[in-house]
């Protein structure tokens, strides 16, 4: 499926002779918009293959993987499970109760409980009292997921020197470095502080999905504004403006942050004359109104 790939302009970008475009996976598929449906799409095959009637994930209260598992759910027939981390709070915010609507069961657990979501005797518990759902980690990131985001390389119709991705369980930019296979220059732009052990992580995936090594990527890891779902009014002043400026929305938990860092990058000269940059927007703009309730801002 075939996306639209925006050329951005402005006058830092003709300043500095450098091109920017923005490749728009959140136009990719309704209610499980960009990075969501490429993790989504092998696995919803899988769990089709192994005849499970159950899709069980994890994520948060504010999780866009929560909201495209559940939309999926919907849209291919499947019952759906979300294991939600903290306490319930009534009335449902907008991204659990578009979750609920779409027909997915909410289980809260604590988060001291939470953090046990990736050890086998937990995982096997919650199997038992689901009946042996199809079982997805917190943000999708497993091979099949990786296999989904290589496709985000596929129909790129310009030549470009660098392609960029916010990043959060790492399986997107694994996906787009293994899609490459060596070619081009991948940056990543991690929303969580701290986004450095990320690096053995995504080197992980990537050697789970095809054995391989490459070095043709890093993460630039200081636009993460204080770290996960932290914003600063220099960040909010930015998507604003280039909302406006660009007629292409934003939401501040990834691209926003990543497309504020590509813009200082170009401001530093850190990409050199001539170079063309592909930006991946992922989506997530369902986060928003949740995090306009839970602010008090606007984005």
């Known amino acids: 499926m075939e996306v639209p790939l925006q050329q951005l302009q402005s006058h830092l970008l003709q300043e500095k002779q450098v091109e920017l475009w923005i490749k728009r996976d959140d136009l990719l598929y309704p209610h499980i918009s960009g990075n969501k449906w490429r993790k989504l799409k092998y696995n919803i095959q899988e769990a089709k293959e192994q005849q499970k009637a159950t899709i069980l994930t994890f994520g948060g209260a504010y999780s866009n993987h929560i909201a495209a598992v559940a939309a999926a759910g ?38 001291e409980k ?16 689901f009946n042996q759902p199809y079982m ?32 959060g369980t790492g399986g997107t930019i694994a996906g787009i470095i293994a899609g490459l296979d060596g070619a081009k220059q991948v940056l990543g732009f991690p929303a969580l502080k701290g986004g450095e052990f990320l690096q053995s992580e995504i080197a992980q995936h990537i050697h789970t999905y095809n054995g391989k090594h490459y070095t043709n990527w890093q993460l630039i890891t200081n636009y993460h504004f204080g770290g996960y779902a932290k914003v600063k ?3 909010l002043g930015f998507i604003k403006a280039f909302q406006e400026e660009h007629q292409i929305p ?38 928003n109104a949740g995090f306009n309730e839970r602010l008090g801002v606007e984005v």
């Not at 294991?83 to 657990?109: D, K, V, W």
């Not at 997805?136 to 129909?155: D, F, H, R, Y």
């Not at 691209?255 to 000269?269: A, E, P, S």
């Open 74 to 111: 919907k849209e291919f027939s499947f019952s759906t499970i979300g294991i939600i981390r903290g306490e319930e709070h009534l009335p449902l915010n907008p991204t659990l109760h578009f979750a609920t609507s779409c027909g997915m069961q909410l289980q809260y657990i604590s988060r």
């Open 114 to 129: 939470y953090r046990q979501k990736q050890e086998p005797h937990f995982l096997e518990k919650l199997s038992e009292q």
């Open 136 to 167: 997805l980690p917190e943000g999708g990131t497993n091979s099949l997921a990786v296999k989904g985001c290589t496709e985000i390389v596929q129909n790129v119709s310009v030549d470009y020197d660098y392609i960029c991705c916010a990043s």
């Open 233 to 235: 009014p220099e960040l």
């Open 250 to 287: 934003l939401e501040p938990i990834y691209t926003g942050k990543m497309m504020f860092g590509i813009f200082d990058l170009i401001r530093q000269g850190y990409f050199p004359k001539n170079s063309r940059i592909v930006a991946v927007h992922t989506g997530g703009l369902q986060g």
